[in-house]
């Protein structure tokens, strides 16, 4: 049976799932301090929940979890990881990939076109490991099932590839094969639930985030005011990432974030056509940022804490997208460099006035070249020279605290 299972799986002709239903004696066993009845319908209680069962509606609920997973498992092949790490309780293991394995989420298609979700609830992704280099130790947390039996703490070593016992070594190829005919599962799930978060949108009274993640950018950005193109000479970004788990990992995200933040809020622009329908839906239809808009001097800087006051994850914060935001700078920009043209050339008009009732040269803070009206003679450029402004505050967003400012220097006369 289990051989003829898996030729189905893998011909993908039959669209299938597993669904977990409450037994009493499993409910016995997990609740063992209740009455039968009620520890029964603890179970069933629990298993509606993680099978999205209390949802308004379940199947969109499950079909918007598996886009996430999708894009998550999308992420990691972006990635094209070599070997994946982990690290718990009693638990350090090393896995390698093949290079052309792929991950995937529990969404499968079958050969006539069928969506179906083999498993409920699922929550992983999963992809192909190298057999031949996963080393290490591994340790269950939890109580394994295997033909009935209960195993507590099992522990299994790799060496090269092959589970190393007393006695005796079997290839982990052939270990994974005879855990997936037995029905063992050797991968597992959890749940995570922010602590300390609670909200009500009516009273407009909680605590609607667990912790805060702070940051701070300069920006210097050149603006052509007649075709709206800019440049970004320089950018300093500091982001409060806590205790850093990974440096080089939390620089590249806060990187991202910030170009990302950039490409939002200059070239990104929701657009629907007549029917209402979204144009501008992917990157396919609008321009994204790249590399070349990555400022010519890119500055990031890790804000040295001792830790994140909340007790997350080895007192770390999450970074991705707080940095976006420090990209407010841009449309700040363009704002203020339109002001101060604006302001320019009402100072240019009165100043001219004042030139031709004196009969006098340019004020002071021109270029200095005479010219008809006040302009320079050589160049026809207004040439004032004008100081630099500069705009800072702090901004709130999604519960991130941003404090962005941006430095712009109008041009004075380009023959100097």
């Excluded at 589970?163 to 982990?172: E, H, M, N, Q």
């Excluded at 400022?295 to 940095?323: C, H, Q, T």
Aim: proline share 6%; net charge neutral; hydrophobic share 40%.
């Amino acid at each position: 049976m289990g051989r003829e299972a898996g030729t189905v799986v893998n011909a993908a002709t039959t669209n299938w799932s597993i669904i977990p239903g409450p037994t009493r004696a499993w409910a016995q066993h997990v609740f063992r301090d209740l009455e039968p009845d009620a520890a029964w319908l603890k179970l069933s209680q629990q298993l509606i929940h993680i099978l999205r069962l209390d949802e308004a509606d379940p199947v969109a609920a499950w079909k918007e979890r598996a886009e996430t997973l999708i894009g998550a498992a999308a992420a990691m092949n972006e990635r094209r990881f070599d070997a994946l790490h982990f690290v718990s309780e009693g638990t350090d293991l090393t896995v390698g990939l093949l290079p052309t394995s792929n991950f995937l989420a529990a969404q499968f298609e079958t050969v006539g076109g069928i969506e179906h979700r083999p498993n409920l609830p699922s929550e992983e992704i999963f992809g192909a490991p190298d057999p031949r280099r996963t080393d290490g130790v591994v340790r269950a947390t939890k109580p394994l099932v295997l033909g009935g039996t209960i195993i507590r703490g099992l522990e299994v070593e790799f060496r090269d590839g092959r589970a190393i016992g007393s006695d005796r070594s079997i290839p982990f190829a052939k270990l994974a094969r005879a855990a997936y005919l037995a029905r063992v599962q050797l991968s597992a799930t959890g749940f995570y639930a922010t602590p300390k978060v609670h909200y009500d949108p009516k009273s407009l009274t909680g605590r609607p985030f667990f912790y805060f993640s702070y940051g701070a950018a300069c920006a210097e950005v050149a603006i052509d005011t007649l075709t709206g193109e800019y440049q970004i000479d320089r950018a300093d970004v500091l982001e409060d990432v806590g205790r850093s788990l990974n440096p080089a990992i939390d620089i590249g995200q806060v990187e991202g974030g910030f170009i990302q933040g950039v490409g939002w809020l200059t070239t990104e622009e929701l657009w629907w056509d007549k029917k209402g329908e979204l144009r501008t839906h992917a990157p396919s239809t609008y321009k994204i940022p790249t590399a070349s808009d990555t400022p010519a001097d890119f500055r990031i800087a890790l804000y040295e804490s001792g830790g994140n006051r909340e007790d997350s994850i080895y007192r770390s914060k999450a970074v991705g997208e707080p940095p976006l935001m420090l990209a407010l700078f841009a449309p700040v920009a363009s704002v203020l460099e339109i002001q101060v043209r604006q302001q320019a050339k009402h100072t240019d008009h009165h100043a001219d006035q004042h030139a031709k009732f004196t009969r006098n040269k340019p004020p002071a803070d021109r270029c200095g070249r005479s010219g008809v009206g006040g302009f320079c003679a050589q160049c026809r450029c207004s040439g004032v020279n004008r100081a630099p402004i500069h705009a800072a505050g702090p901004l709130l967003f999604s519960g991130v605290l941003k404090n962005s400012s941006v430095t712009i220097r109008a041009p004075g006369c380009p023959r100097q």
